[in-house]
């Protein structure tokens, strides 16, 4: 009987380009898009992935792949891991809800890599990035919610494998190695959830994705000069799924592979923020639609949600801009006294202001039996606004805006990824950029790769 790895390697190396529908062909590009606007905006507004590219800057080495902020070649691990750390700095890159992790920041920077590396055309590419998302999210969604309540990070433990998968397709494994390769990703799988809670700790968040992308491709390089990790690296006795799960929903891991897409069911981020204080800040912008109400006003503002949110995006004291993003009282206070969240809002200008931290003691957070009982299917919130005139008005989101069931519109997707790419670039560098990405798949990623 084959093993779970064996299965993912027949997958990998079957997926082709030809045979992937418009619909999946279209939404790897978007996300594509997304992710660079989003690690671009990464470097230029926060301390760490500076940090991180500046150290591999002045390490130098072999000449692979392009780390985006430097316009220079580095090994390619390094280049992998450095653009991930830019990628997850503003929490704004894509998730999939059932799996609770984000694909993109770990598959994405590790498949550009590998395609620098080995030369592979943009058609290539596509395909392995569509064949990461489907083991890293098959993965986590078969171990959530159970890995995440024991302090795991899943986009750190799970990117892993997506990485691998992607590089092996890129890199053009055969079977064989393939599995091997998923073998030895699996041995460095590794993300703790607690960087959540520590106003410090949040700020190297980055660490977990990145190390993900980093290892992913190692594993692929090495795969490639013969070495195999176990087989069973999953399913096996002292096997991954064991190590990090007390519950696994079996089937997921493999159910309709190669006919059902996953990547389908991603979600985008409209606001810089963690996925779990979007519904609140969603709710807070439609309050505020029909009337306008001063934070001056509002005596408490009550957030009603799931356990999962308050305990994941829960930050009390948000002093720094990493941890305001997970704060939903912060989040939700510059909502109101913003009317935006985007990556201007969580800077330490505004965290240093008095008023919005002020408000944002008034925001109280409780965990309603309605949306707990609809979490994960529904990660929804109920925000509910108190004046000093006694007025009182309450709004609930179901799903936040960005999932498949609530999509962004192009307009929003292609403004989000103009505003983050010219952080970096001239207006005229980035929608070039844009448009070779929304047709990558006819020209070269050196065009790409350019830009960047």
């Known amino acids: 009987m084959k093993s779970i790895s064996e299965k993912y390697a027949y997958f990998i190396v079957r997926t082709r380009f030809e045979d992937l529908g418009a619909e999946v062909v279209e939404q790897a590009k978007k996300l594509i898009l ?9 470097y230029a507004t926060m301390e760490f992935p500076k940090i991180v590219v500046s150290y591999f800057a002045d390490l130098g080495g072999k000449p692979e792949a392009t780390i985006f902020q430097t316009k220079k070649k580095f090994p390619a691990i390094h280049a992998a891991f450095a653009n991930a750390s830019c990628a997850h700095a503003i929490d704004m890159d894509d998730g999939h809800r059932f799996g609770a992790l984000h694909p993109g920041v770990a598959i994405i920077p590790a498949a550009l890599a590998a395609a620098e590396l080995g030369g592979a055309d943009s058609k290539t590419f596509l395909a392995g990035i569509v064949a990461g998302y489907e083991v890293m999210i098959r993965i986590g969604a078969a171990i959530n919610p159970s890995s995440l309540n024991r302090g795991f990070h899943i ?4 990117g892993v494998y997506g990485a691998a998968a992607a590089c092996a397709k890129i890199m ?6 393939a599995a091997g390769a998923l073998g030895m990703a699996g041995l460095q ?12 700790g949040a700020k190297v968040k980055p660490l977990n994705p990145a190390r993900a992308a980093s290892n992913g491709l190692l594993s692929c390089i090495l795969a490639k000069r013969g070495a195999r990790g176990p087989l069973q690296i999953l399913e096996g006795e002292d096997g991954f799924l064991k190590a990090v799960s007390d519950e696994v929903k079996q089937d997921l891991l493999t159910k309709g592979l190669g006919n059902e897409y996953e990547i389908l069911k991603v979600y985008v981020k409209l606001y810089a923020a963690c996925r779990h204080a979007h519904a609140p800040i969603d709710a807070v912008f439609e309050a505020l639609k029909s009337q306008i109400i001063e934070p001056e006003e509002i005596t408490r503002v009550c957030v009603e949600t ?39 809002q969580y800077c330490d200008e505004v965290v240093r202001d008095r008023s919005i931290q002020a408000l944002a003691q008034r925001v109280e957070m409780t965990v309603s039996e309605k949306w707990e009982t609809a979490y994960p299917q529904k990660r929804g919130a109920t925000v509910t606004i108190h004046t000093r005139k006694g007025k009182k008005v309450s709004v609930e989101v ?8 609530n999509p962004a519109s192009w307009g929003e997707m292609y403004r989000k990824f103009f505003s983050n790419a010219t952080r970096l670039l001239s207006e005229e560098d980035a929608k070039e950029l844009g448009e070779r990405v929304l047709r990558i798949e006819q020209s070269s990623l050196d065009d790409v790769l350019r830009l960047l």
């Open 306 to 344: 799931y356990s999962a949110a308050v305990r994941l995006a829960g930050i009390r004291e948000a002093t720094t801009p990493s941890a305001a993003r997970f704060s939903i009282p912060f989040s939700v206070a510059i909502a109101i006294a913003r009317k935006e969240a985007g990556p201007d």
């Open 34 to 42: 997304d992710l660079v606007g989003v690690s671009l905006a990464g």
């Open 155 to 158: 986009t750190g433990i799970t």
């Open 189 to 200: 799988a590794s993300g703790l959830i607690q960087v959540n809670h520590e106003v410090e």
């Open 172 to 177: 053009d494994l055969n079977q064989e190695a």
């Open 398 to 405: 179901e799903l936040a805006k960005g999932e498949p069931e």
